[in-house]
């Protein structure tokens, strides 16, 4: 089973990496951006088009980084207070077994 994931793993980075070759190769025209205080150099739309998507991508994440902080506290204040529940309910296992065998005594 592991191998098979592996081997659709590697055939879906396989299909993007073609896609992107052909992206890079149908967009070749070179562009000069104009950032209205900054004039960057002609490069071709490919790169212009790959970089704001990286740049994207990366925006995104330090966006999620607040919700990822909040859901890690709230995952481990929870894992908290499970383990202190498992603990109070072992003892009152415990305690339960202790008196049922007082009183068969």
């Known amino acids: 089973m592991r191998w098979i994931k592996g081997l659709i793993l ?22 000069a951006l104009n950032l209205i205080w900054v004039e960057l150099p002609p490069v071709s739309l490919s790169v212009w088009l790959l970089a704001t998507l990286a740049f994207g991508v990366v925006l995104g994440m330090l966006a999620m980084i ?14 908290r207070q499970n383990k202190q529940q498992r603990k109070e309910l072992d003892h009152l296992r415990t305690q339960g077994l202790k008196q049922e065998l007082k009183e068969v005594a």
């Open 10 to 31: 590697a055939i879906i980075l396989l299909f993007v990496l073609l896609i992107g070759i052909l992206f890079a190769v149908n967009n070749q025209q070179t562009v």
């Open 66 to 79: 607040g919700v990822y902080v909040r859901l890690r506290a709230h995952l481990s204040r929870t894992e």
